[in-house]
T-cell receptor, first 116, second 114 residues
Framework: AQKITQTQPGMFVQEKEAVTLDCTYD???????LFWYKQPSSGEMIFLIY??????QNATEGRYSLNFQKARKSANLVISASQLGDSAMYFC?????????????FGQGTILTVHP | DSGVTQTPKHLITATGQRVTLRCSPR?????VYWYQQSLDQGLQFLIQ???????AKGNILERFSAQQFPDLHSELNLSSLELGDSALYFC?????????????FGQGTRLTVV
């Protein structure tokens, strides 16, 4: 079974600074995907970034990058130049292999607060 | 806007009742997933349909059922509701049968059981 661990219940960052949100995963499947989603206070889930287990390079999407360290089973999200609108809950997730391919297992989330 | 539409946005109902949550996936997406988000359990996968057929099942209670129709919209039926069923229910859709592609989430249906 997949397990996603986010060890930071809350993080604070100053506006315009960079912040790293931690995520470790546990899977025995050779092929998997890693995802980050943002959930603002309004409740919707917004897809941010995706990393495939066979991707050689770290994924980047604008101000978001995923620091993928396969040997350590970590997939940390880096947000550069934080903005006030980045304040939200952030979830790390992974999809499973086999017949449950595509089903996402989520971590408990990290609440990010950006200070002006 | 993710392109996934969920109705209703809010639902308040009494214990023992039955409700139906509706989801229209993004145009072209064949997979629909249902998730439950509650304070104590976090975000949990319930069930996946691909092109009308059940593809994967998670921690879905027997009181809950889902289906995907020929036009690809999906419904999640919750019956004999209990206070503990109060949660945010998300529908997500993706193009593929399996993984390695992002799933786009709807805005969710907030269910309150009183």
């Amino acid at each position: 079974a997949q397990k996603i661990t986010q060890t930071q219940p809350g993080m604070f960052v100053q506006e315009k600074e960079a912040v790293t949100l931690d995520c470790t995963y546990d899977t025995s499947d050779p092929s998997y995907g890693l995802f980050w989603y943002k959930q603002p206070s309004s409740g919707e889930m917004i897809f941010l970034i995706y990393q495939g287990s066979y991707d050689q390079q770290n994924a980047t999407e604008g101000r978001y990058s995923l620091n993928f360290q396969k040997a350590r089973k970590s997939a940390n999200l880096v947000i550069s130049a934080s903005q006030l609108g980045d304040s939200a809950m952030y979830f790390c997730a992974s999809d499973a292999g086999g017949t449950s391919y595509g089903k996402l297992t989520f971590g408990q989330g990290t609440i990010l607060t950006v200070h002006p | 806007d993710s392109g996934v539409t969920q109705t209703p946005k809010h639902l308040i109902t009494a214990t023992g009742q039955r409700v139906t949550l509706r989801c229209s996936p993004r145009s072209g997406d064949l997979s629909v997933y249902w998730y439950q988000q509650s304070l104590d359990q976090g975000l949990q996968f319930l069930i996946q349909y691909y092109n009308g057929e059940e593809r994967a099942k998670g921690n879905i209670l027997e009181r809950f059922s889902a289906q995907q129709f020929p036009d690809l919209h999906s419904e999640l039926n919750l019956s004999s509701l209990e206070l503990g069923d109060s949660a945010l229910y998300f529908c997500a859709s993706s193009q593929s049968k399996g993984g390695n592609t992002e799933a786009f989430f709807g805005q969710g249906t907030r269910l309150t059981v009183v």
